[in-house]
């Protein structure tokens, strides 16, 4: 089973800073990984698929990127509601990582 | 605008077996995968069960497989999840999600319900 890890645990930047979240697969998932925002009390939602493609209606601050084993969420310029949780997870299969919170500084 | 609404969550005592729905719309249900996923209070998201659109091979986590039973009514485009012996470690809110495809394997999940909360404790 792969196995995917997520840093830092918790993230702090301030509004307008650029936010870099990783993603480690314990073996290669080629491009097959997406990531995921969910905020407090909602659903999670869809961003990045694929590794690099933005699902619809996602900004174009979020960016994906990453093949193999390594992978990279990269969030140019922080608005207030980008303040959350971010998961990743291998395509077809159901796991997560452990997740990224990424809170105001 | 396509929706998906869960529900039959609760408070149970452990042992108990309880049966979500999640009824779904906006879509043709009968083309994708669909999964239950869930989260415990405070924790993070964790994959639970996922079957085809057609319905056939089912996919469980080690955590509940024997337990839990994912099924899928597609006349009336809702998805289930019965689920028997629940302990306080299945307490968490209970997500439907919808696959980006027929297949599970090439699919993510494109669309989430809001969730219903399980409770199991004495």
């Known amino acids: 089973e792969i196995v995917l890890t997520q840093s830092p645990a918790t993230l702090s930047l301030s509004p307008g800073e650029r936010a870099t979240l990783s993603c480690r697969a314990s073996q290669s998932v080629s491009n097959y990984l997406a990531w995921y925002q969910q905020k407090p009390g909602q659903a999670p939602r869809l961003l990045i698929y694929?590794?690099?493609n933005r699902a619809t209606g996602i900004p174009g601050r979020f960016r994906g990127s990453g093949s193999g084993t390594d992978f990279t969420l990269t969030i140019s310029s922080l608005e207030p509601e980008d303040f959350a949780v971010y998961y990743c997870q291998q395509r077809g299969k159901g796991t997560f990582g452990q997740g990224t919170k990424l809170e105001i500084k | 605008e396509v929706q998906l609404l869960e529900s039959g969550g609760g408070l149970l005592q452990p042992g108990g077996s309880l049966r979500l729905s999640c009824a779904a719309s906006g879509f043709t249900f009968s083309s994708y995968a669909m999964s239950w996923v869930r989260q415990a209070p405070g924790k993070g998201l964790e994959w639970v069960s996922t079957i085809p659109g057609s319905g056939g091979s089912t996919f469980y986590a080690d955590s509940v497989r024997g337990r839990f039973t994912i099924s899928r009514d597609n006349s009336k485009d809702t998805l289930f999840l019965q689920m028997h012996s629940l302990g306080a470690e299945d307490t968490a809110v209970y997500y439907c999600a919808k696959h980006t495809d027929f297949s599970p394997s090439r699919s993510y999940f494109d669309r989430w319900g809001q969730g219903t909360l399980v409770t199991v404790s004495s």
């Open positions: 694929d590794a690099s």
